[in-house]
């Protein structure tokens, strides 16, 4: 059955699609979908003043992902991409259920699942490996992702604690963060898997290193690519693909933290000019609490 597509208003398709990440690292996220959704508006958000996310609890997170969701929404997103596999693994969940009992209609669309469709349809073994941030890991999103795709499929995860504060430093890799990397990838070598998923946005950056070290034949798998494609479909079945015929459309940017750092280090992940970057104070998100 094909699915109902609803029509938007010309204003509601107008709008931006939200996107927002811990920091910088889901600007590799929202790479893909400038590249894949080019006639689109975006608002990015980094929580730079309160990156890491990775060790934090899950209440801590949730609240943290529903002040961003209200400012989001306070600026017309038409639809949330989740663009964290630390706020996913923790908030998205919270944040559908909070989200259903609203008026809003905002879908809510997150990292883990479309990374783990690829996964399973790349290995050729069963056995899948996991890099990702404590909290991902200890959340156990992903097994249960995998298991609902195919429960026969092994995920093998490594909790990495420092990793993503490295790459966003953008330090250069000295050996001993080379070692750190290394010593993530042993038991997933030992493991025989064929497949790895980058369970946070940050590790993308460095798929040369992993690929390097893991070998030539294991599939490294990021969200960015499958989850745009999530992002038209979902666009398409509502009816909230943007009217605009010629051009780009226009992305900004907003940050807790520093500014002229989350330019600099932006600028990086993201491989496209940043211009303004707006910081904002996130306030209590009162609609979510």
């Given at each position: ?59 801590e997170l949730a609240r943290f992902a529903s002040e961003i969701v209200e400012e989001l929404l306070r600026r017309k997103a038409k639809l949330l991409v989740v663009a964290c596999n630390a706020a996913t693994s923790a908030a998205l969940p919270i944040l559908e259920r909070r989200m259903m009992e609203t ?187």
């Amino acid at each position: 059955m094909m699915p109902c597509v609803t029509s938007a208003s010309p204003d509601a398709r107008s709008r931006p699609i939200g996107v927002f990440d811990s920091g910088v690292g889901g600007l590799t996220v929202l790479h893909e979908l400038l590249v894949q959704l080019p006639r689109e508006d975006f608002v990015y958000l980094g929580d730079t003043a309160r990156f890491p996310y990775g060790e934090r609890a899950p209440e801590e997170l949730a609240r943290f992902a529903s002040e961003i969701v209200e400012e989001l929404l306070r600026r017309k997103a038409k639809l949330l991409v989740v663009a964290c596999n630390a706020a996913t693994s923790a908030a998205l969940p919270i944040l559908e259920r909070r989200m259903m009992e609203t008026t809003l209609g905002v879908e809510l669309l997150g990292v883990v699942r479309p990374e783990a469709l690829q996964a399973v349809a790349a290995t050729r073994n069963g056995r899948i490996g996991l890099l990702a941030t404590p909290v991902t890991v200890a959340s156990r999103s992903y097994e249960r992702a995998v298991g609902a795709v195919d429960p026969h499929v092994t995920l093998h995860p490594v909790a990495c604690p420092t990793l993503a504060s490295i790459i966003q430093a953008g330090e250069q890799f000295d050996e001993r963060a080379v070692d750190s990397v290394r010593a993530a990838c042993e038991p997933l070598i030992a493991a025989e898997v064929d497949t790895v998923i980058l369970g946070c946005t940050h590790y993308p950056l460095i798929s040369p290193m992993l690929q390097r070290i893991l070998g030539p034949y294991v599939k490294l798998v990021s969200s960015g690519g499958a989850l745009a494609r999530q992002v038209e479909h979902a666009l398409s079945t509502r009816g909230l693909s943007n009217p605009r015929e010629h051009g780009e459309g226009r992305y900004s940017f907003l940050c807790t933290g520093d500014v002229g750092a989350f330019r600099e280090i932006g600028t990086r992940f993201l491989q496209m000019p940043l211009g303004d970057v707006e910081q904002v104070r996130l306030a209590a998100a009162e609609a979510f609490a």
